[in-house]
């Protein structure tokens, strides 16, 4: 079965304004060799609007192996939403769901003024990625009570969790055994024991007491880096039937990525 990662970043840098590396085109080109040499078949892309073209022609050269995450930028956000509107028009089988930042920005999923995008999403139906974790002033702003409240109030939002859950990550199985629109997103090494060369807790933890039908792999790939490597490897040696679900069925099914999608693999 194709082993598909849900979240890998193309350039990074925006919040601080340095953008790495400068260009997307080479961003893609060592993406698309790090698949290659890691096992991975299909990655969904964190594509800020700019660099959409370039996903695309890419994405056209090899279909089914990568598709966009749509950076949704909330300090603009009339630009962003008028980005989003456009870009999904533009590259409607490419746009499969949006990627958030609120916590960096100390920003509360629930605020108002975020809800045109939900809205949109829902109408679209594409998932959007909430990040999890970080400082504690992070951490509150993505505590599992704003998710449960966001999930009733759009029921038919695709709401993905990411990073496990942050520190929260106690509280995930909870939360999804609960609520049919949230999914969760994990490295299988979380971003702290790959770092200290800890042996895997989180992911042991929430499978035994989650649905793995509800959880899905992201490396969160920054840029050339090992701890990709070892996170896909580490994914690769999850037994089964955990595997699939994680790496490929979740996420073909919350995302509705096409059928027939990487069937090489
Ligand atoms: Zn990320």
Not at 66 to 83: E, M, P, V
Not at 124 to 140: D, K, S, T, V, Y
Not at 142 to 167: E, K
Not at 230 to 242: A, D, E, K, L, T
């Amino acid at each position: 079965m194709p082993f598909v990662d849900a979240h890998a970043h193309l350039r990074t840098g925006k919040l601080s304004g340095t953008a790495v590396p400068a260009s997307a085109a080479f961003a893609l080109r060592l993406l698309q060799e790090d698949m290659e040499i890691a096992g991975v078949d299909c990655s969904l892309v964190v594509t800020w609007p700019e660099d959409m073209p370039v996903l695309a022609d890419a994405a056209a050269r090899s279909p089914g192996r990568l598709y966009s995450l749509l950076w949704f930028d909330s300090r603009q956000l009339r630009a962003s939403i008028h980005d989003l509107v456009l870009l999904h028009a533009r590259f409607p089988s490419l746009l499969v769901g949006v990627k958030t930042v609120f916590p960096y920005l100390y920003q509360s999923p629930l605020q108002q003024e975020f809800f045109p995008l939900y809205e949109f999403c829902v109408q679209h139906h594409l998932p959007i990625q909430f990040h999890c974790g970080g400082n504690p002033r992070m951490e509150a702003v993505c505590h599992p009570s704003l998710f449960a409240t966001l999930a009733r109030t759009f029921p038919t939002l695709p709401i993905v969790c990411l990073h496990g859950g942050g520190g929260w990550y106690r509280e995930m199985p909870a939360l999804l055994s609960t609520y049919p629109n949230v999914f969760l997103e994990v490295e299988g090494l979380q971003l702290h024991e790959v770092q200290l060369h800890l042996p895997p807790q989180v992911l042991p933890y929430l499978l035994q007491r989650c649905e793995s039908t509800k959880m899905m792999f992201g490396s969160d790939r920054l840029g050339r880096e090992e701890k990709y490597f070892r996170r896909v490897q580490f994914m690769q040696s999850v037994p089964q039937p955990h595997r699939e679900d994680l790496c490929h069925r979740t996420v073909a099914r919350v995302y509705r990525l096409p059928e027939g999608t990487v069937n090489h693999g």
